[in-house]
C-alpha cells in the first residue's frame, strides 16, 4: 500500500520495566491510516505490554505517543479520556460486563461516555452487532455466548465508540479453535473496510495474507519488521519464518 506522509499514530522509545525486568526496550513504530501492523513472537516477547502502554493501561517508564501529531499527554485525565476514545482495545479475555445482555454491553459506554438517548445508543448497538454477525444474539448475557460470540460482541463494543485505531491482544489465543474462524472473519472484514490497526496474534496464515506489515518481538525489542513476503516466504533467512515454522510444525502435531 501507498503509505500517506505522515502517520496517524507515531510511538517512540517505548521502555518498561515490570516486577525487576525490562519488558520493553525503546521501541517504535508508525501506524498510517488502513494499515494492518501485525505484532509476532514468542510469548513473554512483550507484545501485550507494548499494546496496552501504546493504550496507557500500563503507564510506560519511558517513551512518547502521538495521535495525528499531537503528543498525548498521559497526566491530563481529559486527554488521556480522550485519547481512548479514539484508541479501540480489544482484549484475550473479552472483558464483557456479565450481568449485561450482548446489546447493552455494546450500548453502555454509548450512554455513558458519549451521552447517547438510550434508544440512539441501542440503535447503533443493534447495528454493530449485526456488523460482527450477531444481530440475532442481542438479548443473550455472555455466559449464553461462545467464546467466539464474546469476542465479536468485544469488536462491537469497540467499534460503536467509532474509533481511528484498533489494538488487538491476541483475540483469538482464549478460544477453541472451532471458534478462531469466526473472530478472524471479521478482523478480516475491518481490514478490508479500511480500519487501521495493530494485531498481536499467533495466527500465521492469517498474517501472510492481511497484514501491511509484520514486526517480530522478542526479548523485548523489534528486532525484525517487513512485508509477510519479505519476511515470512520461504526463501526468506529470517527469524520470522523460522519462528512461524516451528509453529505450523506445533500445530501439526496437535499440540
Given at each position: 500500500m501507498t503509505k500517506p506522509k505522515k502517520p496517524i499514530l507515531r510511538v517512540e522509545n517505548i521502555c518498561k520495566i515490570l516486577g525487576g525486568k525490562e519488558i520493553l526496550k525503546s521501541v517504535s513504530l508508525s501506524l498510517y491510516k488502513g494499515e494492518l501492523k501485525v505484532l509476532i513472537g514468542p510469548s513473554g516477547a512483550g507484545k501485550s505490554t507494548l499494546l496496552q502502554c501504546i493504550n496507557f493501561l500500563i503507564p510506560p517508564d519511558k517513551g512518547r505517543v502521538w495521535l495525528e501529531e499531537t503528543e498525548i499527554q498521559s497526566h491530563k485525565k481529559r486527554e488521556l479520556y480522550t485519547f481512548r476514545q479514539q484508541v479501540g482495545m480489544i482484549f484475550q479475555d473479552f472483558n464483557l460486563f456479565d450481568h449485561l445482555n450482548a446489546l447493552e454491553n455494546v450500548a453502555i459506554a454509548l450512554r455513558k461516555v458519549k451521552k447517547m438517548s438510550r434508544q440512539a445508543a441501542r440503535d447503533c448497538a443493534v447495528a454493530e452487532l449485526e456488523r460482527v454477525g450477531l444481530g440475532d444474539k442481542t438479548t443473550l448475557y455472555p455466559a449464553e455466548l461462545s467464546g467466539g460470540q464474546k469476542q465479536r460482541?468485544?469488536?462491537?463494543?469497540?467499534?460503536?465508540?467509532?474509533?481511528?485505531?484498533?489494538?488487538?491482544?491476541?483475540?483469538?489465543?482464549?478460544l477453541d479453535p472451532e471458534l478462531i474462524g469466526e473472530?478472524?472473519?471479521?478482523?478480516?472484514?475491518?481490514?478490508?473496510?479500511?480500519?487501521?490497526?495493530?494485531?498481536?496474534?499467533?495466527?500465521i496464515g492469517f498474517t501472510r495474507s492481511l497484514a501491511d506489515e509484520v514486526l517480530?518481538?522478542?526479548?523485548?525489542?523489534?528486532?525484525?519488521?517487513?512485508?509477510?513476503?519479505?519476511?515470512?516466504?520461504?526463501?526468506?533467512?529470517?527469524?520470522?519464518?523460522?519462528?512461524?515454522?516451528?509453529?505450523?510444525?506445533?500445530?501439526?502435531?496437535?499440540?
Open positions: 460482541v468485544s469488536i462491537a463494543r469497540a467499534l460503536a465508540m467509532e474509533p481511528k485505531i484498533m489494538l488487538l491482544d491476541e483475540p483469538t489465543s482464549a473472530v478472524l472473519s471479521v478482523i478480516r472484514n475491518l481490514a478490508q473496510g479500511g480500519m487501521t490497526m495493530i494485531l498481536a496474534t499467533h495466527q517480530f518481538m522478542e526479548n523485548g525489542s523489534i528486532i525484525e519488521q517487513g512485508t509477510p513476503e519479505d519476511l515470512l516466504s520461504p526463501d526468506a533467512c529470517t527469524r520470522s519464518r523460522d519462528f512461524c515454522s516451528r509453529l505450523n510444525e506445533l500445530y501439526e502435531e496437535g499440540v
